[in-house]
């Protein structure tokens, strides 16, 4: 019932920075929770970051001080801002969001993913 699109991947040299974005749609009555996720080749998908209703935010070690999660809830979109990107950041990224689709339904989706590709 809800689908997340995420956007914003692509090339970028080390030491650049990147906005990812994940909108959410459909009949969506809150979202609780966020997730940022990534895989990189032969890697198993591991966690980025999330973020909660209330904006709380918690990272992985790999990534702490250089990428930040935000949300507007207004617009049912999350976003991943990411900079000083290393080349060991190269993958492919996606969100996850779970909430309210009606006070007495829960959602859980994922995205498709974005690929982000960090190189010279």
């Known amino acids: 019932q809800v689908a997340l699109v995420e956007s914003g991947g692509g090339l970028v040299q080390p030491g650049g920075s990147l906005r990812l974005s994940c909108a959410a749609s459909?009949?969506?009555?809150?979202?609780?929770?966020m997730g940022w996720y990534r895989q990189a080749p032969g890697k198993q998908r591991e966690l980025v970051g999330t973020?909660?209703?209330?904006?709380?935010?918690n990272y992985a070690d790999s990534v702490e001080a250089r990428f930040t999660i935000s949300r507007d809830n207004a617009k049912n979109t999350g976003y991943l801002q990411m900079n000083s990107l290393k080349p060991e950041d190269t993958a492919v990224y996606y969100c996850?969001?779970?909430?309210?689709?009606?006070?007495?339904?829960?959602?859980?989706?994922w995205g498709q993913g974005t690929q982000v590709t960090v190189s010279s």
């Open positions: 996850n969001a779970r909430g309210l689709v009606r006070f007495w339904e829960t959602f859980g989706s």
């Open positions: 973020i909660t209703s209330e904006g709380n935010t």
């Open positions: 459909g009949s969506i009555l809150s979202i609780n929770a």
